[in-house]
């Protein structure tokens, strides 16, 4: 059975995952703290229930989800995997630490552009599907756990809301077709998203997320401005 555990990283309110089942194999999704207590919380959970860690996962590669990657590479010897289509903020963090007042250098640990649509991460006995959400950013991805009825959901949807589109890469007409896609998941389906509370699909569905635009042509959402 699939475990989330939550860790919550102070600066950016942005949520880390541990990933886990009985097997005791463990992925990490979105370390985005830098803060040595913040990483040494998710290492004393990861040691006591004597995890072991396989992979290190990034729904996307905005600079307050990734902070923590180098210090989790150098500890369990793995390395970020990210969606090819985010290559570009890869590139370009040291522009994204500018634009946040980060006058540290940052380190990426080396990302492998490995996350593809469609494309199965397996650990222990679970498996997780990546599911391409542009928008957001163009690499933007969530995990999707079709067993378990279970969503990582990375900043694309959010409870009660989508992701901005104000960062570097963010397109508003690719997060309204990537989050329609998401709503059309099964209702139980339970939402992890990178910042705030979980939620489920039946719930998003309720807070009525889209509109139909005066030309009934393009479906918009109503959290962002078009």
Known sequence: MLKVERFVNAQFDQNAYVLYDESGECVLVDCGSKDEKECNQVVSFIESNSLKVVRLLCTHFHLDHMLGNA???????????????DQRLVSIIDYQAMALNFTEKIETGDPQFSLEDGAEITFGNTTLTIMHTPGHSPGSVCLYSEAEHVLISGDTLMKGTIGSTSLPGGRKKAIARSVEKLLGLPAETVVYPGHGNSTTIADELKNDLLAVSESGEEKVYKSVDM
């Not at 500890?75 to 990210?82: A, I």
């Open 71 to 85: 210090f989790f590479c150098q500890r369990y010897g793995v390395k970020p995997e990210v969606n090819p289509n």
